[in-house]
């Protein structure tokens, strides 16, 4: 679980790397279900696709990525996008490709990119880069020839295969080419507060992921509305503040 030096981290800077996701044979079995999706599943590999693999269900409910998410939404939460991505080996392309998910920034994030890493994610594989800090103002990124080149301050995710980075949708950020000889693996999951749209709203929800659903399951898959939607105090964000206000003392 994150802990309070985690979070402060994330309140800052707007992103945060969690050692250790997934481990065992439980990365394994992730790996292995990543492979067979992409065999057996036509592009787009999203939502209602990886829905129909038990994997999958498990992963977006996995207690190490959800309950971070609960910390910063509390109960009001909800599965927006999830989709896996795969780089071939050598592949050509702009350095850098800057942009916001959102461009609401602010303290509190309206949505959260967790990237699970399924590869060693190195300088050459590629990795997500962040622009620390810019989740806060109403600046946007850089667009047409300084949106593809390298920015002063970025940094560079780097990851084991089982670690997640916990991303804030409104932080610059830019994805990376695989220049290496390995395949670059990851699982991307959004959640966010329970009255966004999901992505593939006009997708229904494959049957394999209600079969067995209790009301958590249904709510983080848009089916049902929190029980307490008047409240909003999750502790994560409480104890941001109480950070903040340390630290200015």
């Given at each position: ?19 250790g ?10 790996q ?46 909800q ?33 959260i ?5 399924l590869?060693?994610m190195?300088?050459e ?22 949106r ?30 695989n ?22 709203w ?29 409240i ?12 903040r ?5």
């Open positions: 679980m994150i802990d309070d030096k985690d979070w402060s981290h994330f309140d800052e800077h707007g992103y945060v790397l969690v050692k996701v997934l481990q065992g044979e439980h990365l394994q079995r992730i292995d279900s990543f492979e067979h999706v992409w065999e057996t599943e036509a592009a787009p590999r999203n939502q209602h696709k990886l829905l129909k693999h038990q994997a999958f269900i498990e992963l977006f409910e996995h207690p190490p990525i959800l309950e971070n998410h609960r910390a910063i939404f509390g109960s009001q939460i599965l927006l996008q999830y989709d896996l991505l795969r780089q071939e080996p050598h592949q050509e392309g702009p350095p850098r490709s800057w942009h916001r998910d959102f461009s609401f920034p602010g303290d509190y994030p309206l949505s990119n967790t990237i699970v890493y590869d060693q190195s300088h594989k590629g990795p997500t880069h962040v622009l620390p800090g810019s989740h806060r103002g109403w600046q946007q990124p850089p667009t047409e020839d300084e593809n080149q390298p920015l002063a301050g970025e940094v560079a995710i780097l990851a084991e295969p089982g670690d997640a980075a916990f991303i804030n949708s409104a932080i610059w950020h830019s994805g990376g080419i220049h290496s000889a390995g395949l670059r693996r990851g699982i991307y999951l959004y959640y966010g507060h329970w009255w966004l749209k999901r992505y593939e006009q997708q229904a929800i494959p049957w394999q992921a209600l079969v067995t659903a209790d009301e958590q399951r249904l709510q983080l898959l848009g089916m049902r509305q929190p029980g307490d939607l008047h909003y105090a999750p502790d994560a964000l409480r104890n941001a503040d109480a950070l206000n340390r630290d200015h003392t």
